[in-house]
């Protein structure tokens, strides 16, 4: 339906120069609007494998950010996994898995408080929680091959995830 409003909406000076022209002309018309809804159609939109693995790499950051008390870091890793849940939400409508991910919400509503008050010890355990919520989420939707753990190494050697003045 949306796509169908934005055609439409992109056709409308076409269609509205056209009002007094002869009908003749209403097939390259046609042609024109076809020829959109093809380029539509054919847009890249990134599939539940690309978000999962950004969350994924979110994930690492989150939990190494949170490791060293950059609560600035790790804010914004919670903010970019919510990011990539409200993105699976809007671009994989078609994919049944995404009724599970409401249960991700309160794993990151907590991680969030305990990253207000700096708790390093309540963040350890809630870290857990959205990992044993990713699992659980994962086997729901049948996707219990992919386990996710709490990392081991940084994701990234060109990132310092202490806090700034303290590397």
């Known amino acids: 339906m949306k796509y169908i409003f934005i055609l439409l909406l992109a056709a409308m000076p076409v269609l509205l120069s056209s009002c007094g022209q002869p009908a003749a002309e209403a097939p390259a018309m046609l042609a024109r609007l076809d020829s959109l809804q093809k380029r539509l159609d054919m847009a890249y939109?990134?599939?539940?494998?690309?978000?999962?693995?950004?969350?994924?790499?979110?994930?690492?950051?989150?939990?190494?950010?949170?490791?060293?008390?950059?609560?600035?870091?790790?804010?914004?890793?919670?903010?970019?996994?919510?990011?990539?849940?409200?993105?699976?939400?809007?671009?994989c409508q078609d994919r049944p898995e995404?009724?599970?991910?409401?249960?991700?919400?309160?794993?990151?509503?907590?991680?969030?408080?305990?990253i207000s008050r700096k708790n390093s010890k309540q963040f350890t355990a809630d870290f857990q929680l959205l990992t044993n919520t990713c699992n659980t989420?994962?086997?729901?939707?049948?996707?219990?091959?992919?386990?996710?753990?709490?990392p081991q190494t940084p994701p990234f050697s060109n990132q310092v995830f202490q806090p700034i003045g303290k590397q």
């Open 137 to 150: 989420c994962h086997q729901v939707s049948k996707h219990a091959f992919n386990v996710i753990a709490i």
């Open 98 to 114: 995404i009724q599970y991910l409401p249960m991700i919400h309160a794993p990151l509503d907590s991680l969030d408080k305990d």
């Open 45 to 91: 939109r990134p599939g539940l494998g690309e978000f999962m693995s950004g969350i994924q790499v979110h994930h690492e950051k989150l939990w190494f950010a949170g490791k060293f008390g950059n609560w600035d870091l790790a804010g914004f890793e919670v903010g970019e996994i919510r990011e990539s849940i409200t993105d699976i939400q809007n671009y």
